[in-house]
C-alpha cells in the first residue's frame, strides 16, 4: 500500500506506537507532520524520517493545548498545502499521587481531568482544527487511536490509577468516532479507530517494573516476562482476557493497520473500530 503525494499529520509520536507509525506512512512515501512532547524526541524523528526521503515538519509543545494543535494544523497546510491523512495517537493521563486534606477529591479530579484531557479532548480538538480543511477539499481520512480499554468486553483491571477514567475516555473516542464519520461521510471523509493490544510500549515496561517491585506474587519475575503474562493471557485468571494467538503484539501491528486504514484500500470503510490484539477482545 502506498501513500505517494499524500500528507500525514500524526499526534504524540515522539515513541512507542506513534513513532513507528510516522515512520511506516513515511516509508509508504507519505510527507508528514510530527509532534511529541518532547523536543528532543521530536528532532530525533524528524531526523529519520528525513533519512527514509520523506518531508517532515515537526511542531513540539503539549497536544493537549489548543495552541499546540492549532500551530501543527496550520503549520502542515503552510509546508504542504493540504492535509490528507490524521493520525491521532495522544492518550494516557495524569496518575500522580495528590494528598489535599482540604478537599477529599482532589486525587479523583486530577486524574479524570487529565485522562480526559489527553484521551478525549486533544483527539477531539484536533478533528475539529482538521476538518475544515478536509472539507473543502472533500477528501481524507481520520484515525483515532482507541483502546481496547474503550470497548465494552473489556474487565476493568485496577493496574493502574487512572484504570476508570482511561477505559471512559477510550470508550468515549470510540463512539466520537462513529458520530464524526456520520458527519463527514457526505464529504468523502473516512474516520475510523484502532484499539491497540497490549504491547511493551514505554509505559507498559514502566507499569511491568512496578507492579514486580511491588506485588508480593510477583517477587523475583523479570519486569518483561510478566508482561509477556499479562500480553498473552497466563493471568487470564486475575481479571485479563485470554489471547487466542499467544504471541507478543508489536508496534508494528499497529503501525501496518493505521496504513490500512489511510490507504484507498479502506475507501468503503469508516465509523469502524478495528481491534488490532490478538483476538483478546471478542467484540
Given at each position: 500500500?502506498?501513500?505517494?503525494?499524500?500528507?500525514?499529520?500524526?499526534?504524540?509520536?515522539?515513541?512507542g506506537?506513534?513513532?513507528?507509525?510516522?515512520?511506516?506512512?513515511?516509508?509508504?512515501?507519505?510527507?508528514?507532520?510530527?509532534?511529541?512532547?518532547?523536543?528532543?524526541?521530536?528532532?530525533?524523528?524528524?531526523?529519520?524520517?528525513?533519512?527514509?526521503?520523506?518531508?517532515?515538519?515537526?511542531?513540539?509543545?503539549?497536544?493537549?493545548?489548543?495552541?499546540?494543535?492549532?500551530?501543527?494544523?496550520?503549520?502542515?497546510?503552510?509546508?504542504?498545502?493540504?492535509i490528507?491523512?490524521?493520525?491521532?495517537?495522544?492518550?494516557?493521563?495524569?496518575?500522580?499521587?495528590?494528598?489535599?486534606?482540604d478537599?477529599?477529591?482532589?486525587?479523583?479530579?486530577?486524574?479524570?481531568?487529565?485522562?480526559?484531557?489527553?484521551?478525549?479532548?486533544?483527539?477531539?480538538?484536533?478533528?475539529?482544527?482538521?476538518?475544515?480543511?478536509?472539507?473543502?477539499?472533500?477528501?481524507?481520512?481520520?484515525?483515532?487511536?482507541?483502546?481496547l480499554?474503550?470497548?465494552?468486553?473489556m474487565?476493568?483491571?485496577?493496574?493502574?490509577?487512572?484504570?476508570?477514567?482511561?477505559?471512559?475516555?477510550?470508550?468515549?473516542?470510540?463512539?466520537?468516532?462513529?458520530?464524526?464519520a456520520?458527519?463527514?461521510?457526505?464529504?468523502?471523509?473516512?474516520?475510523?479507530?484502532?484499539?491497540?493490544?497490549?504491547?511493551?510500549?514505554?509505559g507498559?515496561?514502566?507499569?511491568?517494573?512496578?507492579?514486580?517491585?511491588?506485588?508480593?506474587?510477583?517477587?523475583?519475575?523479570d519486569?518483561?516476562?510478566?508482561?509477556?503474562?499479562?500480553?498473552?493471557?497466563?493471568?487470564?485468571?486475575?481479571?485479563?482476557?485470554?489471547?487466542?494467538?499467544?504471541?507478543?503484539?508489536?508496534?508494528?501491528?499497529?503501525?501496518?493497520?493505521?496504513?490500512?486504514?489511510?490507504?484507498?484500500?479502506?475507501?468503503?470503510?469508516?465509523?469502524?473500530?478495528?481491534?488490532?490484539?490478538?483476538?483478546m477482545?471478542?467484540?
Amino acid at each position: 500500500m502506498k501513500l505517494d503525494g499524500k500528507v500525514s499529520l500524526i499526534s504524540a509520536c515522539g515513541r512507542g506506537i506513534g513513532k513507528e507509525v510516522a515512520l511506516t506512512l513515511a516509508k509508504a512515501g507519505s510527507n508528514v507532520v510530527i509532534n511529541s512532547f518532547s523536543s528532543e524526541n521530536t528532532q530525533a524523528l524528524a531526523n529519520e524520517i528525513e533519512g527514509l526521503g520523506a518531508k517532515v515538519v515537526s511542531v513540539a509543545g503539549d497536544i493537549t493545548k489548543s495552541s499546540v494543535i492549532l500551530e501543527m494544523v496550520s503549520a502542515g497546510i503552510d509546508a504542504f498545502g493540504k492535509i490528507d491523512i490524521l493520525v491521532n495517537n495522544v492518550g494516557g493521563g495524569s496518575a500522580d499521587e495528590i494528598v489535599d486534606q482540604d478537599n477529599p477529591l482532589a486525587e479523583v479530579e486530577a486524574i479524570w481531568d487529565g485522562t480526559y484531557a489527553m484521551s478525549l479532548k486533544a483527539p477531539v480538538l484536533m478533528c475539529e482544527a482538521v476538518m475544515p480543511h478536509l472539507i473543502e477539499r472533500k477528501s481524507g481520512k481520520i484515525i483515532n487511536m482507541s483502546s481496547l480499554a474503550g470497548r465494552p468486553g473489556m474487565p476493568h483491571v485496577d493496574l493502574v490509577p487512572l484504570s476508570s477514567s482511561y477505559h471512559s475516555a477510550k470508550a468515549g473516542l470510540i463512539r466520537y468516532t462513529q458520530l464524526l464519520a456520520d458527519q463527514l461521510g457526505r464529504h468523502n471523509i473516512n474516520v475510523n479507530a484502532i484499539c491497540p493490544g497490549i504491547i511493551y510500549t514505554d509505559g507498559w515496561r514502566d507499569l511491568s517494573e512496578a507492579m514486580v517491585a511491588n506485588h508480593p506474587e510477583y517477587k523475583g519475575e523479570d519486569p518483561r516476562q510478566w508482561f509477556l503474562g499479562v500480553a498473552e493471557g497466563r493471568y487470564a485468571g486475575e481479571g485479563m482476557p485470554q489471547t487466542p494467538l499467544r504471541r507478543e503484539q508489536t508496534t508494528a501491528d499497529i503501525a501496518e493497520a493505521v496504513l490500512f486504514l489511510a490507504s484507498d484500500a479502506a475507501a468503503n470503510i469508516t465509523g469502524q473500530t478495528l481491534n488490532v490484539d490478538g483476538g483478546m477482545a471478542k467484540d
